[in-house]
């Protein structure tokens, strides 16, 4: 009696355990798409259909070899008195259990390798994109086009740290997302400037890893204007789960108008720039300015409070620079420390804002030194070096 | 399977291989300490001391084992199976080696059929070169790095052909001096087991003089880039295994020259031989693939 | 199968057991080292659960909850780590230790005072790991495959001890693997020719070749991740002429076969208790053999299937694929051949044929999944989500750790001579069955609704999954306490006396020896006819 019972749990548990994953989940607010994307390309639909089509292979060889076991757990029992037959070999089944996987195998072979050979044509591109990763946020440079930007994590820390509830695109948005035209094959170039990242939108089904030194081509051609999100994956250091990847994709006269827009607000900002030469800023505008781009760009190392993290991040509370000569503090901020995790801001910063941030690192947290830079000295030591 | 005999030899318990442990735990924690420390602050500190006391326990670990081992065979307590078992368990042990020299070879050849074709824009790397290194040359050896750190590629002749020659040489003594062994001509044994250890010796000095030259004269370094990198870490972890190879050697010298070792009796002997020729024919290999393509 | 004709004479010859501390510091009693390895290996299994447990804790809800990223990092590497290197492959060592020369017939391992070095240096690279979680900027944070450069230039200084005790551990695995090979090679009984030793003999002597093969390779790519990071070479950084992806080849040319090193046992372990409890001889015996070493060499040529995104050439990625796809080949012999075993047997459900079942429908479905990562183009969209999680957790944790709870079933009234508690096992079984499936099933749909892996917060469409697989993760680290109970109690004898043969089906020299087996077993070669 008890061995039926066992069975009997096996099956049942086995079911109802994953079953209930289902069952619990549907009633959340936004419910989670329980299988792999369709996407928006007629590459991520020829990849979604692959999955499928081993799946359910992979379910219909799981069913008839399961269904034979449970068959035999069930008939074959002691306790219902079967006494156990005494084969134990045979050529012909062995062979037929040898080929018949070879054949399907083969099966999910032709389709696979069609897929992929299209997935790695990234030839004759319309428009190509350099995309770089760094120690956590992704650099998208148009090579046709004389435009290239930061993208960061734009969710605010207040809500990583429950203080403040969660929006909607948690984790997935970005201050500035990568703009591409629909209809066309954009191609992308991956690199990076550390460690290795990997650039991944689901709906282009489109994952490559962007690894330093070299350059790595994926293509995609979106169907369907939209927002399309993804992240980095793979493991990048402390951040690597705070680096989303956020594309829109506009039909092309918005893409061309985006275009156009951007290089008159480039032109602004160099204005504002020019501008900025001219004057002073005061201490407490300096510092606010500071603490703001302080937060966005220095903070995932350094911390909030300039303590940094010992062993891996050096803290800049009382640091030697921090509170030094601050020729050599502007040099570390500008070029970075080569072959370190403190990369270079130089590009990656408005001068306004390195000089705010440094003024700020040598007076913030108790770093008392009273020093002021300004964009001009920034403009200055950039001029000299 | 044949001639078993009718009796298991099962070997007492013993204290060395405890001792063993704990050295090779000093060992890699002051290793480990020692360098970290080094690269923060350039003191190695507490970790040279843990490091150099490994050493020195894990010698005195394998002074005791092996007199143990030696006197247990020495009075006829082994039999034919633990024989054979000690045989296969050399060989087992210098293949695994082997394989640690795979790695190093897979490195090198690695960078030459493909990373370093690469980056000069081979295969589906065009835009490598072009954006990321569009002064870069591909040469092998790579005697200027993509980012500009320029060195001289070590020629074969010379020194490595002179070393070469040594380390052939003395696989032939080694060779004959075995047969001397089985011959139980021990003059014979003694003189050219003597010469192979001289020959080591010598293979080892020169090799230093070599790295001396490459240092200073060819700014040929560790840090030169991957020529430089395959370049010192295969020579160096072969040059680790020579001087093992020799200090194993030394021993049976000593033990020949008390009178150790009978023709059928004679397991540590042939072990260190294995062992110099499977030194030698790497070096083989190093020779062909670091220095002559 | 296999029977043995000579009875023991038991004149005592040997030395008297030795007592106390020394009994296992100097021990060469494959009984006691196998002993120490098992113990050893199950109090790993709790730490690096533990370190789960701090995953699965911090993954219960978004947003940061109890650890820092880096924290959380160092854990899933950790984790990885010890259950890799700590838990899994030391306890099958210690089944080797304890099973294979009662199988054969020797009275021994071959070398024995190498067993007890081999053995008692692990604690001490596994010490030297955990230590380095206490260091300045914590223990190792990239992950088990230690990419480089995350590993090298941009890891913290403990990357040096991580490094030897990876040295460490590696010696260890290689003078465990030639002991096994010498001691199948070198020790069996007269009689016990190669096609008549037990699968798990066999299963183990091959994955012992794997073990000398690649543990080796390990070795070296840790090295070159030394050099890189502390002397200044570039290996693994195209700036001097290396490249990143060096690293990942060299690491998976060890790192795939070593997922078999893991696995291959447990076929072992598994074919030994499908055909007692279904008391039918096993089906295909020398295809099982045949299959075995067919997957060995296979896992050679597969270990880019790692690496489909790195951006290797079409035709690798082609290579790749369809030598993977491969393996499923054998493997499903193996499958087959089991349940070729219980059709039309005379089956009763022991515990230790409960786990037997649970790993073969379990592993298989993990085998499915790897099946599905193995087809390049869907894995551009599985690689490096929950998905693979899933998969490796199918195969590595209701594979390879639920064939050790069998073995452990199996064996040990003959390790302890006493039956364990058989209430307690059951309960045992059926919460690790329920839980690990709450904890590892969900996975897979989180990993295709496309949750990354390694990372400490997740977009709140992830939450209401993550916590049930939470759930079941505390669920399935409470069952093994069970377990934890279970043992201890067994290991003080705690229980009815069991005789010889111990289970009603088995067959094998195992079953022919006294239970609790003797200290020293075989004084004189048994004839085995
Ligand atoms: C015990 C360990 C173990 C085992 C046995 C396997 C078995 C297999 N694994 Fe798995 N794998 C891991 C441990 C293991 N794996 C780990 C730890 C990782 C992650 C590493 C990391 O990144 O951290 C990983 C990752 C991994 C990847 C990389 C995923 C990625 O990162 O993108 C791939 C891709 O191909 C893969 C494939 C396979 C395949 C094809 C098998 C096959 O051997 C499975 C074969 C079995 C079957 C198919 C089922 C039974 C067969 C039948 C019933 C016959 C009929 C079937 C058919 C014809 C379909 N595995
Ligand atoms: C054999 C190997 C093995 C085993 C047994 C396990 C067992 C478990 N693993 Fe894991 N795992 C790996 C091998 C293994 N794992 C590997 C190789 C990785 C990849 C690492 C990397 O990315 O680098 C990984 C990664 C990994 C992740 C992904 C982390 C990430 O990507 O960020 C997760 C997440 O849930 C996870 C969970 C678990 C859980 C819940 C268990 C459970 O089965 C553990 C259950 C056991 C216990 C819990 C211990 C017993 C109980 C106690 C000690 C008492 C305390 C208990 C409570 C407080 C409840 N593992
Ligand atoms: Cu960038 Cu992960
Ligand atoms: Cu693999």
């Given amino acids: 009696m008890k061995n039926k019972v066992s069975i009997l749990q096996i099956s049942i548990s086995l079911i109802l355990s994953n079953v209930f994953s289902f069952a619990f989940a549907a009633e959340s607010s936004e419910p989670m798409p329980l299988n792999m994307t369709r996407g928006v390309t007629s590459i991520s639909a020829d990849v979604y259909d692959l999955h499928m089509q081993i799946f359910l292979i992979c379910t219909a060889i799981g069913v008839v070899v399961f269904g034979l076991m449970f068959w035999a757990m069930f008939f074959h029992r002691k306790s219902n008195g079967h006494k156990a037959a005494n084969f134990h070999e045979s050529v012909k089944v062995e062979i037929a259990w040898t080929v018949i996987p070879f054949i399907i195998l083969i099966v999910m072979a032709i389709p696979a390798t069609k897929t992929l050979i299209a997935m790695e044509d990234a030839s004759e591109p319309d428009l190509s994109i350099l995309v770089t990763g760094s120690q956590w946020k992704w650099h998208y440079k148009y090579m046709d086009h004389d435009i290239d930007f930061y993208s960061i994590l734009a969710t605010p820390t207040e809500q990583i740290n429950n203080q403040w509830a969660k929006g909607k695109n948690y984790l997935l948005e970005v201050d500035r997302p990568l703009v591409i035209p629909t209809g066309k094959k954009v191609r992308f170039l991956m690199t990076s400037d550390d460690v290795i990242h990997s650039w991944w939108v689901p709906d282009f089904a489109v994952k490559k890893d962007a690894n330093p030194g070299f350059i790595n081509e994926a293509w995609t051609n979106v169907d369907v204007p939209g927002i399309y999100r993804g992240q980095c994956a793979e493991l990048c250091g402390k951040d690597h789960g705070f680096m989303p990847v956020v594309v829109i994709a506009k039909e092309p006269a918005e893409f061309e108008l985006w275009l156009s827009q951007d290089v008159s607000r480039r032109q602004a900002a160099k204005e504002e720039e020019q501008r900025l030469l001219a004057m002073n800023m005061s201490f407490d505008e300096l510092m606010a300015e500071g603490e703001r781009a302080y937060m966005a760009k220095c903070a995932a190392c350094h911390q909030p409070n300039g303590m940094g993290l010992p062993g891996v991040f050096p803290g800049l509370a009382g640091s030697a620079i921090a509170v030094g000569d601050i020729k050599q503090h502007i040099e570390v901020v500008i070029n970075g420390v080569g072959g370190t995790a403190m990369q270079a801001f130089g590009k990656q910063m408005t001068k306004k804002e390195m000089a705010a941030v440094i003024t700020y690192e040598r007076n913030a947290w108790g770093n008392n030194t009273g020093d002021l830079v300004q964009v001009k000295d920034i403009f200055e030591f950039m001029q000299n070096n | 399977m044949s001639n078993h005999s009718d009796k298991y030899y099962v070997p007492a318990q013993s204290p060395w291989p405890i001792v063993g442990a704990f050295s090779l735990f000093l060992i890699a924690l002051g290793a480990g300490t020692t360098v970290a420390k080094i690269h923060q602050s350039g003191d190695p500190g507490w970790g040279k001391i843990v490091l150099i006391i490994g050493i020195i326990s894990v010698l005195l670990m394998m002074f005791g084992w092996f007199r143990d081992q030696v006197k247990e065979s020495m009075s006829g307590m082994y039999n034919a199976q633990l024989g054979r078992s000690y045989r296969q368990g050399m060989i087992w042990f210098i293949f695994s080696e082997v394989m640690f020299f795979c790695a190093f070879f897979g490195a090198l050849f690695y960078a030459r059929i493909l990373s370093v074709p690469w980056l000069g824009g081979a295969d589906n790397n065009a835009m490598t070169h072009e954006v990321l290194w569009p002064a870069f040359e591909v040469i092998w050896p790579l005697i200027k790095t993509p980012d500009g750190t320029e060195t001289t590629a070590m020629g074969w002749g010379g020194l490595p052909l002179i070393n070469t020659l040594i380390l052939l040489a003395s696989s032939v003594t080694l060779h004959y001096a075995h047969v001397g062994l089985e011959k139980n001509k021990r003059t014979q044994l003694t003189l050219l087991l003597a010469a192979t250890v001289a020959f080591g010796c010598v293979f080892l000095g020169l090799q230093v003089l070599e790295y001396m030259h490459a240092y200073q004269d060819m700014d040929l370094k560790l840090d030169s880039g991957i020529y430089g990198n395959t370049f010192y870490l295969l020579t160096g972890f072969h040059g680790m295994h020579v001087t093992m190879g020799t200090l194993f050697l030394i021993v049976m010298l000593l033990r020949v020259m008390k009178g150790h070792f009978s023709p059928d009796n004679h397991f540590a002997f042939q072990a260190a031989s294995w062992y110099w020729h499977f030194v030698d024919v790497v070096w083989l290999g190093l020779f062909i693939f670091v220095y002559i393509i | ?529």
């Fill in chain 3, 1 to 529: 199968m296999t029977t043995l004709v000579q009875e023991q004479d038991d004149h005592d010859e040997h030395h008297a057991i030795p007592t106390g501390i020394k009994r296992w510091l100097y021990t060469t009693n494959h009984k006691d080292i196998g002993t120490l390895y098992l113990w050893f290996a199950f109090i790993m299994f709790l730490i690096g659960g533990a370190m789960a447990m701090v995953i699965r804790a911090e993954l219960f809800q978004p947003g940061l909850q109890i650890v820092e990223p880096h924290f959380f990092n160092q854990m899933t590497t950790v984790h990885g780590l010890i259950m890799v290197f700590g838990a899994v492959m030391p306890a099958f060592t210690g089944l080797a230790n304890w099973m294979i020369p009662l199988m054969i017939g020797a009275p021994d391992m071959a070398l024995p005072r190498m067993n007890n070095l081999s053995f008692w240096i692990l604690p001490f690279a596994f010490l030297i790991l955990l230590m380095s979680l206490f260091m300045e900027g914590g223990g190792p944070a990239f992950g088990w495959t230690f990419y480089a450069p995350l590993s090298t230039t941009y890891s913290g200084d403990s990357t040096a001890l991580f490094v030897f005790s990876v040295h460490i551990m590696g010696i260890s695995s290689i003078m465990g693997a030639i002991n096994v090979i010498v001691t199948i090679w070198n020790m069996r009984a007269p009689g016990m020719t190669w096609m008549k030793m037990p699968l798990f003999v066999w299963t183990w002597f091959i994955t012992a070749f794997l073990l000398i093969a690649v543990m080796p390779v390990l070795a070296g790519v840790v090295t070159m991740v030394l050099t890189d990071k502390f002397f200044g070479t570039s290996f693994f950084d195209a700036a001097g002429g290396g490249d990143p992806v060096m690293f990942q080849h060299i690491f998976w040319f060890f790192g795939h076969p070593e997922v078999y090193i893991m696995i291959l046992p447990a076929f072992g372990v598994i074919s030994a208790i499908v055909p007692t409890f279904s008391r039918k001889k096993l089906f295909g015996y020398s295809s099982m053999v045949y299959a075995t070493a067919s997957i060995a060499l296979l896992s050679f040529v597969v270990w880019a299937h790692h690496m489909f995104t790195t951006g290797m050439p079409v035709f690798g990625e082609l290579f790749f694929m369809y030598c993977t796809m491969l393996i499923s080949v054998p493997t499903g012999v193996k499958v087959f051949n089991w349940v070729a075993t219980m059709w039309r047997g005379s089956i009763s459900y022991e515990v230790p044929m409960l786990f037997a079942i649970a790993f073969i429908i379990l592993f298989t479905i993990g085998g499915f999944s790897g099946l599905m990562l193995a087809i390049t183009p869907a894995d551009f969209q599985y690689h490096d989500t929950y998905f693979v999680v899933a998969h490796f957790h199918y195969v590595l944790v209701t594979g390879a750790i639920f064939s050790i709870i069998a073995g452990t079933y199996y064996w040990l009234p003959k390790w302890t001579g006493v039956m364990y508690d058989v209430t307690l096992a059951r309960a045992h079984f059926w919460c690790s069955l329920i839980s690990v499936n709450l904890l590892f099933f969900p996975m897979h749909f989180v990993g295709l609704a496309g949750m990354p892996r390694r990372i400490p917060d997740y977009s709140i469409q992830f939450a209401d999954f993550n916590q049930w697989i939470s759930i079941g993760g505390f669920a399935f680290g409470l069952s093994q306490l069970i377990f934890l109970a279970l043992l201890i109690k067994a290991c003080r004898k705690k229980g009815k006396p069991v005789d010889t043969q111990v289970w009603e089906g088995a067959e094998g020299l195992e079953w022919q020896v006294p239970s609790p087996a003797p200290y020293h077993t075989f004084d004189k070669p048994p004839e085995i006819k």
